[in-house]
């Protein structure tokens, strides 16, 4: 079982940059590639990035590649996703995910677990 909380989101101008945090319970949080993913009102949930448990393997969409960076501390429980030159279009509720096959999906499906979301929002 894997319980997982994020944190970071807020408000901030498009532009402008946001980090956010998801804290993961469990001692075998590193066995489990993780990823984010986000929905923002009337739409379909969206895969945002992936990382698989040991770090060395990630990938995101076109839509935010070179904008957003995933990155996790084995440590710490804890995966993170950078995310600079924020627009309007990203604003959305960002989930956190764990899938134990290790090496991550883009497939919303194939997680297991998921946190309660943090609030992203891109002003004009």
Do not use: H
Not at 24 to 42: C, E, H, L, N, V
């Amino acid at each position: 079982q894997v319980q997982l909380a994020e944190s970071g989101g807020g408000l901030v101008q498009a532009g402008g940059s946001l980090l956010l945090s998801c804290a993961a319970s469990g001692r075998t949080f590193s066995s489990y590639a993780m990823g984010w993913f986000r929905q923002a009102p009337g739409k379909e949930r969206e895969f945002v990035a992936a990382i698989s448990w040991s770090g060395a393997i990630t990938y995101s969409p076109d839509s935010v590649k070179g904008r957003f960076t995933i990155s996790r501390d084995n440590g710490k429980n804890t995966v993170y996703l950078q995310m600079n030159s924020l627009k309007p279009e990203d604003t959305a509720v960002y989930y956190c995910a764990a899938n134990s096959n290790g090496y991550g999906s883009r497939r919303s499906a194939e997680y297991e677990y998921w946190g309660q979301g943090t609030q992203v929002t891109v002003s004009s």
